[in-house]
C-alpha cells in the first residue's frame, strides 16, 4: 500500500494557507511547507509566513527551521521533508504539502534522485569568479549555450542553480534539464493528490499588490533592515528572496522607497505568472480555478476530498 500524500499549491497570493488549514481539520492532515523562504527565521513579513496563533491547532513542518545564513536547496529540502512525513505518518496523520515551489513539490513527490555526481571544484570557482566579475545574466548566458531548456526554468538571479547546471553538464556531458526529465516520468511512490490553487489573473495581481501594501504596513522595510544590520547581505541565498532584494536595494541607495516597492509588486506578479507556466508543465494536476467553483470554500474542499476518495486516499 503507498502512503497518502496531498499537495496543494499554486501561485503567490492564491489562498493556499486558508485551504491548507480547511483541509487539514477536514482530512487529519498536517502541513509541510514546500515554500523556499518560511524555512528561514526572522523572515517572517516578506515570506508571508502563518504566525503560530493562526494554526489552529495544525502541526506545520519546515517553517522557521532554519537561519538565513544557512545554505538551502531542493536536496535538503526534500530530505526535511521526507523526515517529517515519517513523523507524520507516524502520529497516523497524512502529510499536506503546501507552497507555491514547484521543484521542491516535484523532488518530494517523484523521489528525485540528488546523488551528487563527482565534483570538479576548480571548475565551479571558475563560474563563480565570472558571476562576480561579469554579472549573473552573463553566467545565465552560459546556460542558455549549453542547455536552453534549463535556461528557460533557472531565473538569472539563482546563482548557486544556474552553477549547479553547468556543474553537471561539464562532468556528465548531458543536459540538467534532460536529467529532470527523466527523473519526472518516474512513478511516485505515494498515492497522492496534486491540486494546483488558481484564480483570474486580474483577481491575482490585485491580490498581490494589495499584499504587498499590506506587507509594507506591517513592518517588512524594518525586517529587512533588522537582517541587514545582522550582517546578511544580498549575495546570500535568503536575501534573493521577493520583498528582500528590492528593499535591500533601497536601503543601498540604489532606488527610492517608492521605486522598490513597485518593483517588489511587479516581480512578484512576474513570479507568479512563472509559477502558473510550471504547474501547467506538471503531469497529475488537478485544477482548483476558484472562479469555477464560485468562490465557495466548502465546494472547494467538497471537490478535493471527493478526488482523494477517487485517488485510494482514506479519510477520516
Not at 476558484?290 to 476530498?305: A, R, T, W
Amino acid at each position: 500500500m503507498k502512503k497518502p500524500l496531498i499537495i496543494l499549491t499554486g501561485p503567490t497570493a492564491v489562498g493556499k494557507t486558508k485551504l491548507s488549514l480547511s483541509l487539514a481539520k477536514d482530512v487529519k492532515g498536517s502541513v509541510i511547507s514546500a515554500d523556499s523562504m518560511q524555512v528561514y527565521r526572522g523572515m517572517d513579513i516578506g515570506s508571508a509566513k502563518i504566525k503560530p496563533e493562526q494554526m489552529q491547532g495544525i502541526p506545520h513542518y519546515l517553517i522557521d527551521t532554519i537561519d538565513p545564513r544557512e545554505e538551502f536547496h531542493v536536496a535538503r529540502f526534500q530530505e526535511m521533508a521526507k523526515e517529517a512525513m515519517e513523523e507524520i505518518y507516524e502520529m497516523g496523520r497524512i502529510p499536506i504539502l503546501t507552497g507555491g515551489t514547484g521543484f521542491y513539490i516535484q523532488a518530494v513527490l517523484y523521489d528525485i534522485d540528488f546523488t551528487k555526481e563527482e565534483e570538479d571544484t576548480s571548475y565551479r570557482s571558475e563560474l563563480e569568479a565570472l558571476a562576480k566579475e561579469q554579472g549573473a545574466d552573463a553566467l545565465h548566458g552560459l546556460l542558455r549555450q549549453v542547455d536552453e531548456e534549463a535556461a528557460k526554468s533557472i531565473h538569472a538571479n539563482n546563482v548557486k542553480r544556474v552553477i549547479r547546471a553547468l556543474e553537471y553538464h561539464h562532468l556528465t556531458g548531458q543536459k540538467i534539464s534532460e536529467h529532470n526529465r527523466q527523473q519526472r516520468q518516474k512513478e511516485s511512490p505515494y498515492a497522492f493528490c496534486y491540486f494546483v490553487l488558481s484564480d483570474r489573473r486580474d483577481k491575482l495581481y490585485r491580490a498581490i499588490n494589495f499584499r504587498v501594501d499590506q506587507m509594507m504596513e506591517e513592518g517588512l522595510l524594518e525586517e529587512v533592515k533588522a537582517l541587514q544590520q545582522a550582517g546578511l547581505s544580498r549575495n546570500m541565498v535568503s536575501m534573493q528572496g521577493l520583498g528582500y532584494k528590492e528593499l535591500l536595494s533601497y536601503l543601498e541607495g540604489e532606488r527610492t522607497l517608492e521605486e522598490a516597492v513597485s518593483l517588489i509588486k511587479q516581480d512578484t506578479r512576474h513570479f507568479a505568472k512563472r509559477q502558473l507556466t510550471w504547474f501547467r508543465r506538471e503531469r497529475d494536476v488537478i485544477w482548483l480555478d476558484k472562479q469555477e467553483f464560485g468562490y465557495d470554500h466548502h465546494k472547494i474542499l467538497d471537490y478535493m476530498k471527493q478526488k482523494m476518495t477517487e485517488a485510494g486516499i482514506n479519510l477520516p
